[in-house]
């Protein structure tokens, strides 16, 4: 039985690449009986008598699987987040990380409209970017007006899959035009007056860009902590993880427990305040959340 993997999912759909044949197929009734959808991803097995009538009987094991957006088996994130328009935004930007690092998918911060900066404007971003260096991430700056940085990304981009996320209207279009300029992907100015994209990409699908494969995904402008425990949220901030180690107690929440690093070292600035206040906004929020059933 045939093998290949999901590109692209709509209206029902899903389109699964085989080698260079594209294979339009849809679900078995199964699935659904077993609340299992085929995600853009996805490896299966599927059986097709032509390239327009075909359906996935098997999907194979995923490594890993995001919910908004709905994708399996990515191997990076590519966070984008704009520098201005809308506004940079490090509570937003630790939501993601702490969604990504949650499913151990490997995070690349790339901050885009640096173009729009006046002086003071990079200077602040320049010192988050090196607050995100010193935790260990990659981070870029980016503008599609300029190109400036789109050299830097393709080396992250080449022989992997990887997903691009972020806000409506923080550029991932235009960012992914200059990356290759044949995709014409359409892109709208943000609206002033919603503050917020105009354009949203309305499904997932994986494209080819240099040989990699990125998907370009919905829009969205809040992220809630539905799949994460309490105990598991310092894990997803690698330097709290780092010095969790030290504390004098094992399971310590880094809040009121005595003789924490965690504490300490935001004390010494050798973590920043920010991230910590992040963590003790999150773990409110998960302790906050209604109980599932």
Known sequence: MPEGKIIKALSGFYYVMDGEQIIQCRGRGVFRKQKVSPLVGDMVNFQAENPTDGYIMEIKERKNELVRPPIANVDQ?????????????????????????????????????????????????????????????????????????????????????????????????????????????????????????????????????????????????????????????SDCFPEMREKSAECKFRGCMHVKEPKCAVKEAVQSGAIESYRYDHYLQFLEEIKDRKPRY
Do not use: W
């Not at 949203?200 to 699908?205: F, I, K």
């Not at 998907?215 to 949220?233: I, K, Q, Y």
């Open 77 to 233: 994130a590519i966070l984008v987040f704009s520098a201005v328009e809308p506004d940079f935004s490090p509570g937003l930007l630790d939501r993601f990380l702490v969604l990504v690092e949650s499913k151990s998918i490997a995070p690349i911060i790339c901050i885009s409209k640096v173009d729009l900066l006046d002086a003071p404007g990079l200077a602040n971003i320049e010192k988050y970017a090196e607050h995100y260096r010193m935790i260990g991430y990659e981070v870029i700056l980016t503008s599609s007006i300029e190109e400036t940085g789109i050299t830097d990304l393709m080396p992250f981009i080449n022989g992997k899959t990887s997903v691009f996320a972020g806000q409506s209207g923080v550029g991932k279009s235009s960012l992914l035009n200059a990356l290759d300029p044949e995709l014409n992907i359409k892109t709208n100015e943000i609206s002033s007056h919603l503050g917020r994209g105009k354009h949203t990409t309305r499904h997932v699908e994986l494209i080819n860009i240099g040989d990699g494969l990125i998907a370009d995904t919905p829009g969205f402008s809040s992220l809630e902590f539905t799949e994460l425990e309490a105990v598991e949220l």
